[in-house]
């Protein structure tokens, strides 16, 4: 599958390169966060794929080039440095020096910061979720008597926004006291970044004369959604990966590589059309995404394993896939 072509030379060479920076347990732990990252990004693959696929051709090139390289440098690199740096009052080039001469104490660091992404994260992907159980515009249910009921619900205005908002205050008298503030803060942010987001990509999907002049913008700003969605993502995997190993390099080269296999599953599914052959999946796939939301905001104040998560996340991936299959058979 040329899908896959890149990836599996991506792995080759991560894997090469983790053996000549740490040896025959920087090989192993690379593999493992390799695993570790694919089989906790499943439902993040199928909804990439619902998104992609109405982008243009430029901009699915762009997702699998430049989107790459903020997901693997950006997110697996960057990102724990500047949230280090934000955290500590150091400067990015101590702590880059940190994270490669004391990596004992720049995990501390990382480790400390736990609330806060997990607070942003969760946030922002449970508003992915109720937007997409809530949306009245479906035709297609999967847990019919549910979610019927649900998107009908959907009719009251920001009904999203008032559940999340109730729940992230809810959380502050379960957070420890001396994060609680800032729980709320980076919560709130997840909160906002998702409706800002989403305005701007409802702004932009105009119909008739003004469609032209917005595709262009509506492309970025649909890459931007799908960056900001693969980071929220991330997170827990960022978070998990320091429990595994304190090198950066090799978590960057593990985490980097399994978030190309990511992309190219995405690409897979877009070119494929799975998504309109397994009519479930992005049902199954928001699923996973409500369980994740809740897991990251439970890890807030107490440790969840990845292996859970992973689970739980490709549980409903398979079920829907197995619910698409029966669907199909009985529609024929």
């Known amino acids: 599958m040329r899908e896959f072509h890149f990836s599996n030379i991506c792995t080759v060479i991560g894997l090469i390169l983790a053996y000549m920076w740490a040896g025959l347990d920087g090989f192993i732990i690379a593999g493992l966060l390799i695993l570790m990252e694919v089989s906790l990004s499943f439902d993040n693959a199928v909804v990439n794929a619902t998104i992609l696929k109405k982008m243009s051709t430029v901009w699915r090139k762009r997702f699998m080039t430049w989107g790459i390289l903020i997901a693997v440098f950006g997110m697996r690199l960057v990102f724990p440095i500047v949230l280090v740096s934000l955290a500590t009052g150091l400067n990015m080039y101590d702590v880059t020096m940190l994270a490669f001469e004391d990596k004992e104490e720049y995990s501390r660091h990382v480790l400390a910061s736990n609330v806060e992404i997990s607070m942003f994260g969760?946030?922002?992907?449970?508003?992915?979720?109720?937007?997409?159980?809530?949306?009245?515009?479906?035709?297609?249910?999967?847990?019919?008597?549910?979610?019927?009921?649900?998107?009908?619900?959907?009719?009251?205005?920001?009904?999203?926004?008032?559940?999340?908002?109730?729940?992230?205050?809810?959380?502050?008298?379960?957070?420890?006291?001396?994060?609680?503030?800032?729980?709320?803060?980076?919560?709130?942010?997840?909160?906002?970044?998702?409706?800002?987001?989403?305005?701007?990509?409802?702004?932009?999907?105009?119909?008739?004369?003004?469609?032209?002049?917005?595709?262009?913008?509506?492309?970025?700003?649909?890459?931007?959604?799908?960056?900001?969605?693969?980071?929220?993502f991330?997170?827990?995997?960022?978070?998990?990966?320091?429990?595994?190993?304190?090198?950066?390099?090799?978590?960057?080269?593990?985490?980097?590589?399994?978030?190309?296999?990511?992309?190219?599953?995405?690409?897979?599914?877009?070119?494929k059309g799975t998504l309109d052959q397994y009519v479930f999946l992005e049902h199954g796939a928001h699923y996973g995404i409500g369980a994740l939301s809740i897991i990251m905001l439970i890890s807030s104040i107490h440790h969840v394993s990845e292996i859970i998560t992973g689970l739980v996340g490709l549980g409903f991936i398979l079920l829907s896939w197995w619910s698409s299959i029966i669907y199909n058979k009985n529609n024929k």
């Open 122 to 232: 969760g946030m922002f992907l449970l508003m992915v979720f109720l937007h997409f159980i809530f949306n009245e515009s479906k035709d297609i249910h999967w847990i019919g008597f549910i979610e019927r009921r649900l998107s009908a619900a959907g009719r009251l205005e920001s009904l999203e926004i008032i559940i999340s908002l109730a729940i992230l205050l809810g959380m502050q008298n379960i957070l420890p006291a001396e994060a609680a503030l800032s729980g709320l803060v980076s919560g709130m942010v997840g909160i906002l970044l998702y409706v800002f987001i989403n305005s701007v990509m409802a702004l932009f999907s105009m119909e008739g004369e003004d469609a032209a002049k917005s595709v262009a913008t509506s492309g970025f700003v649909g890459f931007m959604y799908l960056q900001l969605l693969d980071a929220s």
């Open 234 to 271: 991330s997170l827990d995997g960022v978070i998990g990966a320091f429990a595994i190993s304190k090198d950066v390099v090799i978590i960057m080269l593990g985490l980097g590589v399994g978030a190309i296999f990511v992309r190219s599953m995405t690409a897979f599914m877009v070119n």
